[in-house]
T-cell receptor, first 112, second 113 residues
């Protein structure tokens, strides 16, 4: 079962920041939050991940609340090419491995 | 550096047949995970291979099986295909089995008629 909940859809104006929220209230202390996006049923593309500190890379920023029960992905200047389904994922450890548990994701539409 | 590649891109089979899907992992990655994505749903974990051994399995029946080869490429085999097996099958590779980011290939679209 997915450990995250996200709004099913969001709109954003081109050039503005897109803020995508995610709730993960049952996350365990050693579980990372990952964000991927998927465009037109291509393979999911890795964006960013974090454990408890805020993270930034060339694609996005990830803000994790202090209690780790929610996070926000920020695309600072959204473009039309950022239109995609965005998945907030908790990486779950089991025995000797780790797996990604996807939910339904947020369909982000960037409009001109 | 070559990313994760999968073949074939598309495949059409009939119910009851068997299918083999292939995945080449990214250079330097020794772990491969397979996911099934039905239309309109998020991907679901099938299983993971680490250094040629199955390293974990999701809620899929035994007719879903896999292999990993010494060069870390991998196969997903599905026997006795059912209509519900129609989906996008995704392969992801990572440099380690637990704590590392998984990078996905483009997927294989399987249609079962």
């Amino acid at each position: 079962d997915a450990k995250t909940t996200q709004p099913p859809s969001m709109d954003c104006a081109e050039g503005r920041a897109a803020n995508l929220p995610c709730n993960h209230s049952t996350i365990s202390g050693n579980e990372y939050v990952y964000w991927y996006r998927q465009i037109h049923s291509q393979g999911p593309q890795y964006i960013i991940h974090g454990l408890k500190n805020n993270e930034t890379n060339e694609m996005a920023s990830l803000i994790i609340t202090e209690d780790r029960k929610s996070s926000t992905l920020i695309l600072p200047h959204a473009t039309l090419r950022d239109t995609a389904v965005y998945y907030c994922i908790v990486r779950v450890f089991y025995n000797q491995g780790g797996k990604l548990i996807f939910g339904q994701g947020t369909e982000l539409s960037v409009k001109p | 550096e070559t990313g994760v590649t999968q073949s074939p891109t598309h495949l059409i089979k009939t119910r009851g047949q068997q299918v083999t899907l292939r995945c080449s992992s990214q250079s330097g990655h020794n772990t491969v995970s397979w996911y099934q994505q039905a239309l309109g749903q998020g991907p679901q974990f099938i299983f993971q291979y680490y250094r040629e051994e199955e390293n974990g399995r999701g809620n899929f029946p035994p007719r879903f099986s896999g292999l990993q080869f010494p060069n870390y490429s991998s196969e997903l085999n599905v026997n006795a295909l059912e209509l519900d097996d129609s989906a996008l099958y995704l392969c992801a590779s990572s440099p380690g089995r637990r704590g590392d980011t998984q990078y996905f290939g483009p997927g294989t679209r399987l249609t079962v008629l």
